[in-house]
């Protein structure tokens, strides 16, 4: 039984820390959201969805209400909300312990600024769930979980990591190289990202021949940012990072989409989280945390990224409410 502190009971976190407590662990939830706490404490956390269904109890707190100190802390908030977070985790962890970084972006970065980088450690996820009410997670589909050391070392803390999150995803994997892995992600979530400018599925977006030369563009900028700062990218669930880079064919490119379209067909998540984010829940996404970074690394570098920085201006038009969110968007977008 491992003792883990789950901060941010959303999709990911949720969905990890639910799977984690039917293994036997010791888990305990912090979320923000007090009627989603509320609902895990009075009626426990519930998993829907074609994978598994299932419901666990385990104690949740708002951050205010949470007390003690954890070795294993899994920070799952949004990419934006990662600061303010980790300052509020940080009394809660032990000068042993470690904040395992379950989200999309480098975040691994700003949280190493709070509790040092011993302290911290990065992984890549990539499987779908959304948030559906509180105490209440839809668990899409199962995809890649990749766990490392920032500075690469095979630890046997991380052995003992890997084990744990076995426990959640079986075929998850450690790696020497989990920058890689992230700059791959973010290749690949600025192609979610303009999949939220519309209403047609991800699937449905990879698979339109009138956007494959966007998904080429946008691909192209990240992974070309990604390897002037020294990142190898790394592929995964169809996304190749090499069918993306300067010299690679348009065949090379066509078969990572149609690899991605085949990958995404499958889900019962058919909308990236920053659609619903938009769409459903009318918030804030992460493109300021997440996807401006690309330009604004790529410009230290003389990269410019023209696709990337209109696909940053459009998202905060929808989130300002100035643009309805229309599959002409992307039409717009791949015309950049």
Not at 11 to 27: N, S
Not at 300 to 326: F, K, Q, S, Y
């Amino acid at each position: 039984m491992v003792k883990v502190l789950i901060w941010g009971a959303g999709a990911i976190g949720g969905t990890v820390g639910a799977f984690l407590t039917r293994a036997g662990h010791d888990i305990t939830f912090v979320d923000i959201a007090a009627d989603h706490v509320a609902a895990i404490n009075a009626h426990g956390l519930r998993i829907t969805g074609p994978v598994d269904a299932f419901t666990v109890q385990a104690p949740a707190f708002t951050p205010d209400q949470v007390r003690g100190e954890w070795d294993h802390i899994f920070l799952c908030v949004k990419a934006h909300h990662t600061k303010a977070a980790c300052t509020a985790l940080a009394p809660h962890l032990t000068a042993g312990g470690y904040v395992l970084s379950l989200q999309n972006g480098l975040n691994e970065l700003e949280i190493e600024q709070i509790v040092g980088r011993p302290r911290t450690m990065g992984a890549f996820v990539n499987f779908g769930a959304d948030w559906m009410a509180p105490g209440e997670i839809m668990l899409g589909n199962r995809a890649a979980v990749v766990l490392g050391e920032l500075d690469g070392q095979m630890t046997p803390r991380l052995a003992d990591l890997l084990t744990l999150m076995h426990d959640f995803e079986p075929d998850a994997i450690s790696t020497p190289d989990i920058w890689g892995y992230l700059w791959g992600k973010l290749g690949y979530g600025a192609m979610l990202f303009a999949q939220a400018l519309g209403q047609a599925s991800i699937a449905d977006c990879l698979g339109n021949p009138a956007l494959f030369g966007l998904w080429r563009k946008m691909g192209g900028e990240a992974v070309a940012v990604g390897l002037a700062e020294g990142a190898k990218l790394r592929g995964f669930n169809g996304f190749d990072p090499a069918a993306f880079m300067q010299g690679a064919t348009e065949a090379q490119a066509q078969a990572s989409v149609d690899a991605m379209v085949a990958f995404n067909a499958t889900s019962a998540k058919t909308h990236s989280g920053v659609w619903r984010d938009l769409a459903v829940r009318k918030r804030q996404t992460e493109v300021d945390s997440q996807i401006a970074p690309i330009s604004i690394i790529g410009a230290r570098h003389n990269i410019p990224c023209p696709a990337i920085d209109r696909l940053v201006t459009m998202i905060h038009e929808v989130e300002a409410g100035t643009r309805p969110m229309t599959d002409a968007n992307l039409l717009e977008l791949a015309a950049t």
